[in-house]
């Protein structure tokens, strides 16, 4: 979805370096949320965040850390890069104004190669 | 969170109808039942959303029993371009959702 951008959307990086990558929204959704994809598995969440001044924990937050700058946007950093974080990493947003559950809408994925 | 299973792959030939269900036995009261389809390197796309009975939209119909404890989306007269990981989730507004492995569906010609 276009309204849902991430940068920079491929990475290649080294054991142990720090890097962020970065996710906005022009949606003006509250919800956002940051997942891992390995290859061939579901989408893992990582943290997620209902609005600026909250931040989550989720299925898998070890070896990461998050900041939700402003609304729309919602940064994921990895702070020593270890090859097992080799992966497709999402962002998504949502609105928990929907009336029923909120549908996310996912940007277009970053791909992460730690060597 | 109410947990889903779901079969791991189905293959089906272009024309076909095809029918992946879910079971959710542990489903909430207030939760919904919300179906993904992912394309390889692409993200999530939102398909269809249900409570209970029956939900259709231009891509897909959702059928849900009185139980709720399962429910099955229906893609009419499949194509190749339907090939494409198709993922169940059950969960309320308070909760993120949590995608299992889904379902790989590959369109034959």
């Known amino acids: 979805d276009a309204d849902v951008t991430q940068t920079p959307r491929n990475r290649i990086t080294k054991t142990g370096k720090r890097i962020m990558l970065e996710c906005s929204q022009t949606?003006?959704?509250?919800?956002m949320y940051w997942y891992r994809q390995d290859p061939g598995l579901g989408l893992q969440l990582i943290y997620y965040?209902?609005?600026?001044?909250?931040?989550n924990k989720g299925e898998i937050s070890d070896g990461y850390s998050v900041s939700r700058q402003a609304q729309a946007k919602f940064s994921l950093s990895l702070e020593s890069a270890i090859p097992n974080q080799t992966a497709l990493y999402f962002c998504a947003t949502s609105d928990s104004g929907q009336r029923e559950v909120e549908t996310q809408y996912f940007g277009p994925g970053t791909r992460l190669l730690v060597l | 969170l109410a947990k889903t299973t779901q079969p791991i792959s189905m293959d089906s030939y272009e024309g076909q109808e095809v029918n992946i269900t879910c079971s959710h036995n542990?489903?909430?009261?207030?939760?919904?039942i919300t179906w993904y389809q992912q394309f390889p390197s692409q993200g999530p796309r939102f398909i269809i959303q249900?409570?209970?009975t029956k939900v259709t939209n231009e891509v897909a119909s959702l059928f849900i029993p009185a139980d709720r404890k399962s429910s099955t989306l229906s893609l009419p007269r499949v194509s190749l371009s339907d090939t494409a990981v198709y993922y169940c989730?059950?969960?309320?507004?308070?909760?993120?959702?949590?995608f299992g492995k889904g379902t790989r569906l590959s369109v034959i010609a």
């Open positions: 249900g409570y209970k």
């Open positions: 989730l059950v969960g309320s507004g308070n909760t993120p959702l949590v």
């Open positions: 965040s209902f609005d600026v001044k909250d931040i």
């Open positions: 542990n489903i909430a009261t207030n939760d919904y």
């Open positions: 949606k003006g959704h509250d919800r």
